[in-house]
Nanobody, 124 residues
């Protein structure tokens, strides 16, 4: 089992930045590929970024490439999502997720463990 707790969400103006954190506990954090998703009201959960166990490989969809950056610190058991140039349409609940095995997976059902989410609201 891996327990995940997100933090760092909040209210930000359009064009601003936020850095989300996801603290992991339980099993060895470095065994897991990590990812960030978000879900806006009435919409499906959307894949944002993934990172491999060592942190030297990342993957983004085109929709956020260049604005969002995922990173991890295995010594701190934490994964981060740096979000820049935020837009009102980025408003959502943001989740981190963990999985073993192949780390480049974009479908939510591929991930075994989830945090409770953190709200990000971007005002225009």
């Amino acid at each position: 089992q891996v327990q995940l707790v997100e933090s760092g969400g909040g209210l930000v103006q359009a064009g601003g930045s936020l850095r989300l954190s996801c603290a992991a506990s339980g099993r060895t954090f470095s065994n897991y590929g990590m990812a960030w998703f978000r879900q806006a009201p009435g919409k499906e959960r959307e894949f944002l970024a993934a990172i491999n166990w060592s942190g030297d490989s990342t993957y983004y969809p085109d929709s956020v490439k260049g604005r969002f950056t995922i990173s991890r610190d295995n010594a701190r058991n934490t994964v981060y999502l740096q979000m820049n140039s935020l837009k009102p349409e980025d408003t959502a609940v943001y989740y981190c997720a963990a999985k073993m095995g192949s780390w480049v997976k974009t479908a939510p059902h591929e991930y075994y463990f989830w945090g409770q989410g953190t709200q990000v609201t971007v005002s225009s």
